[in-house]
């Protein structure tokens, strides 16, 4: 099959088994179908043609592309090696955990192209991908928020909980004021303020304890309520826990939670409060609800994407290694909203300034399991 037939075979409906996928995976270059759904999502974007400096398999968490926050970062990066290094890349879009080996393992087993690295977004890739690096140890892997353990895995993590530590000193100083901005205000008669998880777990968790630690470090007397919606794809179920919240007396609601956090803004707008973001700016990604979002606890993991493909490109593959990207690194920040931003007041700015560096200078140690506060 051409090149050019294999950027158009993007699509395919129907029940087809792992033995049929597996077949067509050697002519269209990567994943056709999910093993058992009725639709598929697989999508090719190529950057040099048979030029390119090496092929990528892309797997996407669940929820994904269209998320404006963890999958669309991955994008980004994987992207942005398109434009500078000249690589192509095929990538899948799972509906759910079930179907992340199947993914994993037609672009390991595919033969045209040989893919040079297969990249996996997200932590629930984790379980899949112990078993299929084994069976493919010849096959270059990445894992990005997960470290699987292989010499060609190679495995980037962050300190999530560094970054959600400033958001929270964030939340923790301005429900304790009388502020408005935007379309949301904070309530004079309440100190509260709530975390939304997407699945609850180790890495999640970091989110909570370190959202957590930070609204304590600006105000010990702060409320905080927590709640898991159990999915990274449920906008109506963040909306229904946002609410709850909001009607509850939160001013400000974290998520970290993909495009369950979509419903979190959503309730944002609907109560006139506010919301903060993760992952990329939301207040750009999501601009329809930049009028509620404060700021952003921003993850690379594009970063992280790219730089794993120009070490694959570069011949210098990190397998077996584990590389941590926190606040010292640039690898987690908080990113002021664009609409709302230039309203935050400056002594709050400060504190979050002076947070971030106590932090880089290890004066302050961030937990990151959510059960030490």
């Known amino acids: 099959m051409s090149s050019f037939d294999r950027r158009e075979f993007v699509k ?13 995976a050697g002519c269209s270059g990567g994943p056709s179908g999910d093993g058992g759904s009725e639709t598929t999502s697989s999508k090719t974007t190529t950057g040099g043609g048979s030029e390119a400096s090496a092929h990528v398999g892309l797997v996407y968490g669940t929820g994904g592309t269209g998320d404006g926050s963890f999958n669309d970062q991955a994008k980004q990066g994987i992207e ?9 890349y095929q990538s899948a879009e799972p509906d759910e955990v079930a179907q992340f080996s199947n993914y994993q393992q037609q672009f390991a087993g595919s033969t045209d192209p040989n893919y040079d690295l297969v990249s996996c977004i997200g932590y629930l890739q984790a379980d899949a991908l112990s078993e299929t690096a084994s069976q493919y140890p010849d096959q270059q892997f990445q894992i990005v928020d997960s470290t699987v353990e292989g010499d060609n895995v190679a495995s980037y993590v962050f300190q999530e909980h560094e970054g959600s530590f400033l958001v929270g000193v964030l939340a923790g100083m301005l429900t304790t004021q009388s502020f408005s ?23 999640i968790g970091k989110f909570e304890a370190g959202y957590k630690a930070g609204v304590k470090h600006a105000n010990d007397n702060v409320d905080v309520q927590t709640s898991y ?25 974290y998520h970290a939670a993909g495009n369950t956090g979509t419903g979190v803004f959503q309730a944002a707008q609907q109560k006139g409060r506010f919301a903060v973001g993760v992952d990329r700016d939301q207040s750009l990604t999501k601009p329809s609800y930049a009028d509620v979002i404060l700021a952003s606890m921003v993850k690379r993991v594009d970063t992280a994407v790219y730089e794993c493909v120009k070490n694959v490109v570069n011949g210098n593959f990190n397998g077996g290694t584990s590389t941590t990207l926190g606040l010292k690194d640039g690898g987690v920040s908080c990113v002021y909203g ?36």
């Open 80 to 88: 942005k090696a398109v434009q500078e290094l000249g690589i192509s």
């Open 12 to 24: 395919v409906t129907g029940g087809l088994g792992v033995a049929g996928l597996t077949g067509l």
């Open 181 to 203: 901005a935007g379309a949301g205000s904070t309530q004079s008669d309440s100190t509260n303020v709530g975390f939304i998880g997407g699945v609850e777990g180790e890495l």
């Open 338 to 373: 664009d609409q709302l931003g230039s309203a935050i007041p400056e002594d709050v700015k400060t504190a979050v300034a002076d947070a971030r560096q106590a932090i880089i200078d290890g004066e302050i140690s961030v937990p990151s399991d959510p059960s030490s506060n």
């Open 229 to 253: 919606v159990g999915s990274f794809n449920d906008p109506s179920g963040g909306k229904e826990a946002a609410l709850a919240m909001y009607n509850s007396g939160a001013d400000v609601v």
